[in-house]
């Protein structure tokens, strides 16, 4: 451990201070790049997260140190990790297109509780070196990751089409570019005219083709309202 936070381990107005600018610190750190993405939990809500984390292990301090009641000092603690969960998934989504959102926001959130308690309890080195690697995952991972899908041997793709002709050229199409099919699933339009048909596909691309490649292609076919990757 740094000897420099040696004298900010003990209960004291300026370790109380200093534990909860800190968690303010950490958590909006972590907030500001989800807010800059525009994502449902942002800026404000991992401070308020961080911060309430910390505060529950002072609490539990407190309450052990000062007041001398002699109760499991983890018990608060570990009621923060298990009911952050809840306010995770309020940020995780499926859309109408079966693609599942937000999931790294939840983690995110998670790990902002987790680095609170740790600021609470006096361990300022992991709580500092947890944030930077939580902005290292969500920042640049996130370059990585999108790496790594471009160049993924397998896709799943939500089209919109007209009719039946227009999915047997889109079904022609994958065969002529070698694009196998893995699964399929079919939603018809029912009940009106003005509401298209859709598809899900889950493909597996060859070396040879690339993703806009085959999306220009698919896009070309009349009859063909929309697609995308999901």
Not at 139 to 161: D, H, Q
Not at 167 to 186: D, G, H, P, S, T
Request: proline letters at 1%; one cysteine or more; hydrophobic letters at 45%.
């Amino acid at each position: 451990m740094l000897s420099i936070f040696d004298g900010l381990r003990d209960v004291s107005l300026l370790s109380v201070t200093v534990r909860m600018f800190l968690a303010v610190l950490c958590g909006g750190i972590i907030g500001i790049e989800r807010e800059y993405k525009r994502r449902p939990a942002g800026f404000r809500t991992h401070i308020l997260i961080c911060l309430g984390a910390a505060m529950t292990t002072l609490t539990s301090q407190f309450l052990y140190l000062e007041l001398h009641y002699y109760t499991d000092m983890a018990r608060l603690g570990a009621q923060v990790v298990a009911g952050v969960g809840f306010i995770g998934a309020g940020t995780i989504i499926v859309t109408r297109r079966q693609r599942v959102k937000g999931l790294t926001t939840a983690a995110g959130l998670w790990a902002s509780a987790i680095i609170g308690l740790a600021v609470g309890g006096g361990f300022y080195e992991g709580a500092i070196f947890a944030t930077f690697l939580v902005v290292v995952a969500e920042e640049l991972f996130s370059k990585l990751e999108y790496r790594i899908l471009e160049n993924a041997p397998e896709i799943n793709l939500y089209m919109e089409y007209t009719d039946r002709t227009c999915l047997e050229q889109v079904l022609k199409l994958y065969r002529e570019k070698n694009v196998k099919v893995l699964n399929m699933e079919i939603t018809r339009a029912v009940g009106s005219e003005h509401h298209n048909a859709c598809a899900i596909f889950s493909l597996r691309l060859n070396k040879k083709c690339r993703i806009e490649t085959l999306l220009e292609g698919i896009h070309r076919v009349e009859g063909v309202a929309a697609v995308e990757e999901l």
